[in-house]
């Protein structure tokens, strides 16, 4: 019984992360360029345009919707 409990705390401890991450889309205040990010930007050097996208792929989508990444 103790192996099962452990070996379930584990798995939470790994799999938490994955299942939350996120991914931000970027605007270089320099120039003007959007990046996807794995970590909220900052709003000084990178400005957050959109949301909190749950793929990298979403984010990459929403790159070439968002007007302020020049579309």
Avoid: W
Wanted: proline content about 3%; glycine content about 6%.
């Amino acid at each position: 019984m103790r192996n099962y409990v452990f070996a379930a705390a584990i798995l939470v401890v790994f799999a938490t992360p994955a299942l939350a991450a996120e991914f931000y889309v970027g605007r270089d205040a320099s120039t003007s360029e959007c990046h996807v990010m794995a970590q909220k930007p900052d709003g000084t050097t990178m400005r957050m345009v959109g949301s909190a996208y749950k793929s990298e792929t979403d984010a990459q989508r929403a790159i070439q919707s968002l007007s302020e990444c020049g579309n």
